[in-house]
């Protein structure tokens, strides 16, 4: 990967009701981002060469992680 621009965009979103579920670990999960995700991931899949689970997006799955997203931004 080290030969690709390290370019990022970020997109803010509020989610106003997240419908939050447990994962197998306990930890919460927003069902809205989890859809979100993988409606953008199955549209544009296609068009990353040698696409793998996660390179496309990342939303965070509740608010604690989405802080600690925004803290590595900063």
């Not at 809205?32 to 995700?37: D, I, M, Q, R, S």
Request: glycine share 2%; aromatic share 8%; hydrophobic share 30%.
């Amino acid at each position: 990967m080290s030969v690709f621009p390290k370019d990022i965009r970020i997109i803010k979103i509020e989610i106003l009701e997240p419908n939050f579920r447990h994962k197998d670990n306990n930890h919460l999960i927003s069902k809205v981002a989890e859809e979100l995700k993988e409606e953008i991931r199955t549209k544009y899949k296609s068009k990353v060469d040698n696409y793998f689970h996660d390179i496309i997006v990342h939303i965070g799955d509740n608010y604690s992680h989405t802080k600690q997203s925004k803290n590595l931004l900063e």
